[in-house]
């Protein structure tokens, strides 16, 4: 079964919509971590932002947040104002404490077009 | 700081031959992993180290071996290259393993004829 779920596989949208990315994960450690990762068109890996499984509080940075529950086991990551910049594919990782292993998702390719 | 590298960017082999992927990090980091990267399916674990001298299997481990002799390098030899091995490659380290953040090396992508 899949550790973590990314349902959609591709989304487009025009400059300056709001658009969010969904995640959905699946364990039964009671400590885990939560990740989100761009993959811009370069290739490269940049890590977002990581969570425990013990803080639930939205996070804010600039464009991004993200919304953590614990009740639906999601994830979801949010762009306000997209930018064509934005344009990536976002993955969602899961780590588990207890098993040293890190699951991704099959990932998000958001185009964002001018 | 390089942070981690991975060489070589780019390769080719044909079917059967083998080769090694090398990976280093100068982060002192103890946690070290290799992801293979296929259309569609994301990043998906081959093989890790929680340190040197340990390693252990990922999701999908067959075809592939490593070792870890020392903190910086951990290699990714693959035995006899088929086809179904064609995909980008990334290694990863972070400081520990479980809720780190981990760095990505900038891939290679192999090619299997």
């Known amino acids: 079964a899949q550790k973590v779920t990314q349902a959609q596989t591709e989304i487009s949208v025009v400059e300056k919509e709001d658009v969010t990315l969904d995640c959905v994960y699946e364990t039964r450690d009671t400590t885990y971590y939560l990740f989100w990762y761009k993959q811009p068109p370069s290739g490269e890996l940049v890590f977002l932002i990581r969570?425990?499984?013990?803080?639930?509080q939205n996070e804010i940075s600039g464009r991004y947040s993200w919304n953590f529950q614990k009740s639906t086991s999601s994830f979801n990551f949010t762009i306000t104002a997209s930018q064509v910049v934005d344009s990536a594919v976002y993955f969602c990782a899961l780590s588990e404490v207890n098993f040293n292993k890190f699951y991704f998702g099959s990932g998000t390719k958001l185009n964002v077009k001018p | 700081n390089a942070g981690v590298t991975q060489t070589p960017k780019f390769q080719v082999l044909k079917t059967g031959q083998s080769m090694t992927l090398q990976c280093a990090q100068d982060?002192?980091?103890?946690?070290m992993s290799w992801y293979r990267q296929d259309p569609g399916m994301g990043l998906r674990l081959i093989h890790y180290?929680?340190?040197?001298?340990?390693?252990d299997q990922g999701e999908v481990p067959n075809g592939y071996n490593v070792s870890r002799s020392t903190t910086e390098d951990f290699p990714l030899r693959l035995l006899s290259a088929a086809p179904s091995q064609t995909s980008v490659y990334f290694c990863?380290?972070?400081?520990?393993?479980?809720?780190?953040?981990?760095?990505f090396g900038p891939g290679t992508r192999l090619t299997v004829l």
């Open positions: 990863a380290s972070s400081r520990l393993a479980g809720g780190y953040e981990q760095f």
């Open positions: 982060m002192n980091h103890e946690y």
């Open positions: 969570r425990n499984s013990f803080d639930e």
């Open positions: 180290s929680v340190g040197a001298g340990i390693t």
